[in-house]
């Protein structure tokens, strides 16, 4: 099957993030294990999801694992000119989709090339490990990077995960955590404000201090101008609570996120806050006993990547990849967690990240192509 063909098939199956991605999975394993590799499953504790790993060629050290994600971000509200999950061909040199580039198009070439891999004799392995749950929050990966790595007594040593980039190689991306933190205060009359603790008050001087925290970061000199913005971003994003404008808001909730650029650690920046916390707690517990705040992570962090150039993924990277220019991007993916457990990352994927998540998302069909010709040239120098 051509790269186009597969990606027609992969598009077709609707696995939002969140959802069970067995439909898909399943379709993979059956596609690998008819060309005759063997395959393993690792799924989730439900059994409703599973990530996907196999090794093409010698059980020995130093091989490269191709990465993706196999789910993908809602079309709701969106306005789409075709169907989000029948690949379009318009002929405009673009394929249509929800998905195309953000990424399954990379797992399209992956299996496309499949075939090729299992042809030649490849000296070093190629794997395949393709994850659930990506799009909210990077949740699959861990257990698939431990499975994998327990599973083979060879070691591999490099991961390329291939998110939309232009074909371009990626050396470092930031890390993102989210949180919900919700204030209790105390109810009463609007007029008695001074006699109570607002949560609504208390919550918005909460996301000044966030605010402020990162201009302090910035202050300091804790710049990466390899991104955009060049510095760790703390942002609020939603705000709840309060029942009427006259009466003092006893619940409060915001949700907000971390971005932190690689030399920043974002332990250190949600300790100081929770520091903070708790001074406020226990100022204010001296007006209302039963004041408190609490701070729930919506999903684990997702570590940044920051690959140096001297490593030997980027020299193999720029040896197959006619385009040299490294880069970085402001985005989270799972390389981070690839590159903390020990795997030499790098990120490089057809289609442009600008397509992501958006209505009428698409890949330009001479991504495809390039993506096609980096992997046959994997394929030439393992072999």
């Known amino acids: 099957m051509t790269a186009a063909k597969i990606l027609a098939k992969l598009i077709s199956f609707p696995i ?3 959802e069970s991605n067995l439909s898909i999975i399943h379709w993979i394993q059956a596609y690998i ?5 063997d395959t393993i499953l690792v799924p989730n504790e439900k059994g409703d999801k599973a990530s996907l790993h196999c090794r093409i060629g010698p059980a020995v050290d130093g091989g490269l694992v191709l990465s993706g994600h196999t789910d993908v971000v809602p079309v709701a509200g969106q306005h789409w000119k075709s169907d989000p999950f029948v690949l379009t061909d318009k002929q405009d040199g673009k394929l249509y989709g929800r998905g195309s580039c953000d990424m399954k198009g990379f797992l399209a070439c992956c299996l496309a090339m499949l075939p090729e891999f299992v042809k030649v004799d490849l000296k070093k392995p190629i794997y395949f490990a393709f994850s659930y749950d990506e799009e909210i929050g990077c949740l699959g990966a861990p257990a698939l990077i431990a499975h994998l790595r327990k599973h ?3 070691t591999p040593k490099y991961a390329w995960i291939g998110e939309p980039s232009l074909m371009q190689p990626i050396v470092a991306h930031k890390g993102i955590c989210l949180f919900d933190t919700t204030v209790n ?15 609504v008050h208390e919550a918005a ?3 000044l201090w966030l605010e402020d925290k990162m201009k302090t970061l910035v202050a300091s000199g804790s710049i990466d101008n390899r991104f955009t913005p060049p ?4 942002h609020a994003g939603t705000i709840q609570g309060g029942v009427a404008a006259n009466v003092i808001a006893d619940k409060a909730r915001f949700s907000w996120d971390a971005r932190v650029i690689p030399k920043d650690n974002l332990e250190t920046i949600l300790l100081d806050f929770k520091n903070h916390c708790n001074q406020r707690t226990e ?5 209302f006993p039963e ?16 690959t140096r150039k001297e490593m030997k993924i980027v020299e193999l990277m720029q040896k197959i990849n006619p385009n040299q220019q490294l880069g970085t991007v402001s985005y989270a993916a799972e390389a981070g967690q690839f590159s903390q457990a020990g795997f030499e990352s790098i990120v490089c994927g057809p289609g442009s990240i600008e397509q992501a998540h958006r209505a009428n998302e698409f890949i330009a069909k001479s991504e495809l192509e390039k993506c096609m010709r980096l992997l046959q040239n994997l394929c030439l120098e393992f072999s």
């Open 283 to 287: 100022e204010l517990k001296k007006i």
């Open 231 to 234: 510095h760790t971003s703390l």
């Open 291 to 306: 004041f408190r705040i609490e701070i729930k992570e919506q999903h684990p962090p997702v570590p940044p990547l920051d």
């Open 185 to 199: 205060g105390s109810a009463g009359h609007s007029s008695g404000i001074l006699k109570e603790v607002s949560a």
């Open 152 to 154: 083979y007594t060879e």
């Open 205 to 207: 001087r909460l996301i």
């Open 33 to 37: 294990e008819n060309i005759g590799i």
């Open 16 to 18: 939002l993030g969140g």
